[in-house]
């Protein structure tokens, strides 16, 4: 149902958090002040009130957004959310890291985001069509195949996916597939998007063994979270040799130190609805989990979950971010002063949005690729962005998340320089 986690309120303010980062990275490159000025702002900031009828006839407004923070370097990129604590900064946050993340892969957008104010679990499906048909048709002066592209988020998924696609055709009078990303396959969809965030992180992680010297065949993973970044990511390092020594999902985690067939753990969960219990394992907390002795961690489920409560109990070398915001700043600092190597969350999960724009790619060319194709230039994408932000991490003895922005941000920058200010 989800492709990003929600943003914890009892946390700080997610657009404070944000502009932070951003000046962190500003500061590094030495950024003209005009050009920061530009850059902490969102370009286009649009909230939409809108009638829904519901099942017993009453009228409900709803309160939604679409906001581009950049379109410097292509079309804005982001998905939307339905959730029921959404808000405005939150959507602007979450459309600047968008812009970074789509930077830091090289891929050509600028960062965008939306969100309904909703509760989907309480919501029937006629309901969901009625409310995403007509936030499509508040958004329509926004999105478009040339100029805002939308995908699934927390809340929606590929069937809300296909009903903005099936609103804006049929505003436009043709189909048009290009729209939005992450739709069903019958509709233009792609393949090898399911696993695309998974096997992006694996290709970072693999990168990153070379560079530390670590030997993945044997190498001890835990995997924090067991839905569709974390299950693939898992089974994708199994396939590698690693040895799957822990694993959770919300209902708790196993743990075995001899190793976990994740495709045993897979089939255990359909069947039981939580990997908790699987025969042969011992449970651990969540927190235990992430302590567990291992090489590698691989935060697969929210944000916040390395905090400076635990960070200094972490035990692996190497610490991937699938997940979108699990570490703290506080954290970051502790991790890297004891010589954990971070693989941060704009590059690692970046697989996502990179298999998104070669959905919209073949969309827009009626061409689609196969399976394979899709994955040697996954490849390609994730080696070259691994090594950009590696090198300036060396460069400037930063560390890899500072070195990541910095990457995006000056990417954006000298787009933004480039075409100059208009008029
Ligand atoms: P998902 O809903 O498929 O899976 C989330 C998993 O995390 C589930 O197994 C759930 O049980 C588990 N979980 C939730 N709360 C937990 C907790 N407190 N402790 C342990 N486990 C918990 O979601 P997903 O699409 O795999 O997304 C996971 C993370 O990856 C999110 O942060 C998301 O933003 C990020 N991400 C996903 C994609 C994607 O394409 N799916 C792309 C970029 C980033």
Redesign the pocket.
């Known amino acids: 149902?989800?492709?990003?986690?929600v943003i914890d309120h009892t946390q700080r303010d997610p657009w404070e958090v944000a502009t932070e980062q951003f000046d962190t990275a500003a500061d590094k490159l030495h950024l003209d002040p005009n050009m920061r000025g530009i850059l902490r702002e969102c370009q286009r900031e649009l909230t939409v009130h809108f009638p829904v009828r519901m099942h017993d006839g009453a009228v409900k407004v709803f309160t939604g957004y679409r906001v581009q923070h950049n379109t410097s370097r292509g079309p804005g990129k982001g998905g939307i959310r339905y959730h029921p604590s959404a808000s405005l900064g939150e959507v602007k946050a979450l459309a600047m890291w968008m812009t970074w993340k789509c930077a830091v892969v090289g891929i050509p957008y600028g960062g965008a985001k939306g969100a309904v104010i909703c509760d989907p679990k309480t919501m029937t499906l006629q309901q969901l069509e009625t409310l995403t048909r007509r936030y499509t048709t508040e958004i329509a002066i926004l999105i478009g195949p040339e100029r805002d592209i939308p995908a699934p988020d927390l809340g929606t998924n590929a069937q809300t996916m296909a009903w903005i696609m099936d609103t804006y055709s049929m505003h436009a009078g043709h189909t048009v597939p290009a729209v939005v990303t992450g739709k069903p396959l019958s509709i233009g969809g792609s393949e090898g998007r399911n696993e695309?965030?998974a096997r992006g992180a694996v290709y970072t992680i693999i990168e990153a063994s070379k560079h530390l010297g670590l030997d993945l065949e044997g190498a001890r993973v835990v995997v924090?979270?067991?839905?569709?970044?974390?299950?693939f990511s898992a089974k994708l390092m199994a396939e590698l040799g690693a040895v799957i020594v822990g694993l959770?999902?919300?209902?708790g985690?196993i743990h075995n130190a001899k190793g976990l067939d994740p495709n045993k753990v897979d089939a255990y969960k359909r069947e039981t609805g939580s990997v908790v219990g699987l025969p042969g394992s011992e449970r651990v907390t969540?927190n235990e989990l992430l302590e567990l002795d291992c090489d590698i961690l691989i935060p697969?489920?929210?944000?916040n979950?390395i905090g400076e409560h635990n960070a200094p109990k972490i035990t692996a070398k190497l610490v991937a971010e699938?997940?979108?915001?699990?570490t703290s700043p506080e954290a970051d600092r502790i991790l890297y002063d004891k010589g954990v190597f971070m693989i941060p969350?704009i590059l690692c999960?970046a697989g996502?949005?990179t298999v998104s724009y070669f959905e919209w790619v073949q969309d827009l060319q009626n061409l689609f690729w196969r399976e394979a194709t899709i994955n040697a230039r996954l490849k390609e994408v994730m080696v070259r962005s691994f090594n950009d932000v590696l090198q300036m991490s060396l460069k400037h003895k930063v560390h890899m998340r500072t070195a990541a922005y910095m990457v995006a941000v000056a990417r954006v920058a000298e787009a933004t320089l480039t075409r100059g200010i208009y008029p």
């Open positions: 149902m989800t492709s990003a986690a695309a965030t924090q979270g067991f839905g569709n970044a974390g299950s959770s999902d919300t209902q985690g969540n697969a489920a929210i944000e979950q699938a997940a979108n915001g699990p969350d999960n996502g949005v």
